[in-house]
């Protein structure tokens, strides 16, 4: 009995399993077999042809016995082995007999043939095709498809080779697919393409006897030139949308900080004007520069608010020390006397 790998199936003597997964240690023990089997059968056979010819029959009666023995030789019955998740496609004299396994079969040299198919879920990678867009631009495209036989009789007898077939299938569906479209809508639509391409192996699926359990683009590569400028134009979309943010947020505290003032009576925004110029007076800078001359300030917020002036003059002294306390400071750090900077500034003059 041979065993076929036409449909990724595993040889007999163990060597491979369908579909890429190894199996040494199964073909090593099925060797084993075959091999004790044979040197049983021809131990027999040795054993029966000294018998025959020491019997002393006659001619006729030996070589018919002999004939006999060769055919055993010939078609001797044999074991095989099929795991949980393999079957069996068994033909006898060339024809379909049924589907075995799991577990052991019995079967026959040289009128027995068996497919072995492996019913685990498959992987199978499409290697990159380069393809061209509606827009006439090369890209290479990686598509993976993920499947499992489901009728091994139908996995063997319906398509020569499951694996080639849907290889191929999915290569000329991808090619037609990316035709029509343009680059930006292959990059942005790879689920629709997914999706097309799931549904060109779904028609198929029911007559190969394998169900197809997902399909999808792994990798799309761009013409190098191409992929710089996309990164770019990517780069710049980002910064842009990081500056309307920003512009929107600042509009936003604008538009709350006017509502807030809108209520606000003019002696609080007075007050709070004076007393920022009260804190930056306070600070370490040792330049201030006053957006109004302080006397001017305060009789001008005096008319408005109604307040009293002596409340706004004690304020503003404040803010004098306060400025000029700072003014020394920063002269005694340079080594400079008052005096000294009194003079350097007349000179300037």
Avoid: C
Avoid at 316 to 324: E, F, I, R, S
């Amino acid at each position: 009995m041979s065993d076929h790998d036409g449909h990724g199936g595993v040889h007999d003597s163990g060597h491979s399993e369908g579909h890429g997964h190894s199996g040494s240690g199964h073909g090593a023990s099925a060797d084993s077999r075959q091999v004790a089997v044979f040197i049983l059968i021809l131990a027999i056979v040795a054993v029966a042809v000294i018998a025959i010819l020491a019997s002393g029959l006659p001619l006729q009666i030996t070589l018919a016995a002999l004939l006999v023995l060769a055919a055993v030789v010939l078609v001797h019955p044999n074991i095989a082995q099929f795991r949980e998740y393999e079957r069996g496609v068994l033909f006898r004299f060339g024809k379909f007999q049924n589907v075995v396994g799991p577990g052991w079969v019995l079967y026959f040299s040289g009128i027995d043939t068996f497919v072995r198919v492996d019913l685990r879920t498959q992987i199978l990678d499409i290697h990159p095709q380069e393809v061209i867009t509606q827009d006439n631009v090369k890209i290479k495209i990686d598509a993976i498809i993920y499947y499992k036989v489901v009728d091994a009789k139908k996995s063997v007898i319906e398509i020569k080779d499951v694996v080639e077939s849907i290889g191929h299938l999915l290569k000329a569906q991808l090619r037609t697919v990316t035709g029509r479209m343009l680059l930006e809508e292959i990059l942005e639509k790879t689920e629709e393409i997914n999706t097309n391409l799931f549904n060109v192996i779904k028609e198929v699926e029911s007559k190969w006897g394998l169900v197809a359990l997902r399909v999808e683009i792994s990798s799309i590569e761009l013409p190098q030139g191409l992929q710089i400028a996309m990164e770019k134009r990517r780069e710049a979309g980002e910064y842009k949308e990081k500056m309307e943010t920003e512009a929107r947020a600042k509009g936003l505290s604008i538009e709350i900080l006017d509502k807030s003032l809108r209520g606000m009576s003019d002696k609080t925004v007075a007050y709070l004007y004076l007393d920022v110029l009260k804190r930056v007076a306070e600070g370490k800078s040792t330049k201030i520069i006053f957006p109004l001359e302080l006397s001017r300030l305060v009789n001008l917020i005096s008319e408005k608010s109604g307040w009293k002036k002596g409340e706004y003059d004690d304020i503003a002294k404040t803010l004098v020390q306060a400025y000029q306390q700072e003014q020394k400071q920063a002269l005694e750090k340079t080594g400079e006397k008052p005096e000294e900077k009194k003079v350097k500034d007349k000179k300037i003059r």
